[in-house]
């Protein structure tokens, strides 16, 4: 299930697609669903900052595994956008890697071991 908000730090940038923004049109509503499930309460998911697993905000921590194409292609929404339109967003994460300023833009980040970036579960007794 994908976030119930999507996540903002990272992938929220100028150049990159909105996080979500595919799936809005694909998935069902997290309230919906649990509405379905009999009123499943939603637990948040909170990402490790070392996530191996790859999705799309797996590397809330780690920004320059967004650069790497290996990555891109298993992260539906950025594989499903194309490389001609997450060039100008992609250069602009490089350069603010590469000067530091992704550090100090989101400093707090990176005291963090785990971070809600909207993900839910639904658990129900159904």
């Not at 060039?87 to 100090?104: H, I």
């Not at 989101?106 to 785990?114: I, K, P, S, V």
Request: hydrophobic fraction near 35%; charge should be negative.
């Amino acid at each position: 299930m994908g976030p119930a908000h999507p996540p903002r730090p990272l992938l929220a940038r100028p150049g990159l697609p909105p996080p979500g923004s595919r799936d809005d049109t694909r998935a069902t509503p997290t309230d919906q669903l649990a509405d379905l499930l009999g009123g499943a309460r939603q637990e948040p998911v909170r990402v490790p900052h070392d996530c191996l697993d790859g999705f799309g905000a797996a590397y809330w921590r780690r920004p320059d595994a967004y650069l790497a194409p290996q990555v891109r292609a298993g992260i539906s929404m950025l594989a499903q956008t194309g490389e001609d339109t997450l060039a100008p967003g992609l250069t602009r994460l490089a350069d603010d890697l590469t000067t530091g300023r992704w550090d100090t833009r989101y400093a707090e980040l990176l005291t963090l071991d785990t971070l809600d970036v909207g993900y839910r579960l639904l658990v129900s007794d159904l």
